[in-house]
């Protein structure tokens, strides 16, 4: 499977953005689809997860209530929407995709990455 993201960008604290993942290869659409981000120095850190069929989500406590994890299957993307955005979102956003379809909340829980997109909040 290979990843492929886009959509970071500068944005002003209170803004939205959306990313988007691209997938390739394989079966992806059973694969449980999420997002991670990292900060400078620190390790990478979970954001919001979906899963295949039933396209449950999962979210961490940070952005809850104001981001939203969707996918297109007729597609094969991946979409995180970002509302309310805040300087401490400001990291660089990675999709993955575990192939396994369970849900997992830790980098080691996904087997596939893409590239990582910036995201950038001003105050």
């Known amino acids: 499977v290979q990843l492929q993201a886009s959509g970071g960008g500068l944005v002003q604290a209170g803004g939205s953005l959306r990313l988007s993942c691209a997938a390739s290869?394989?079966?992806?659409?059973?694969?449980?689809m999420g997002w991670f981000r990292q900060f400078p120095g620190k390790e990478r850190e979970f954001v919001a997860a979906?899963?295949?069929?039933?396209?449950?989500?999962y979210y961490g406590d940070s952005v809850k209530g104001r981001f939203t994890i969707s996918r297109d299957y007729a597609k094969n993307r991946l979409y995180l929407q970002m509302n309310s955005l805040k300087p401490e979102d400001t990291a660089l956003y990675y999709c993955?995709?575990?192939?396994?379809?369970?849900?997992?909340?830790?980098?080691?829980?996904?087997?596939?990455w893409g590239q990582g997109t910036l995201v950038t909040v001003s105050s």
């Open positions: 993955a995709a575990n192939p396994r379809g369970d849900i997992a909340t830790l980098p080691p829980g996904f087997d596939y």
């Open positions: 979906i899963s295949p069929i039933r396209s449950s989500t």
């Open positions: 290869g394989r079966a992806s659409s059973s694969y449980t």
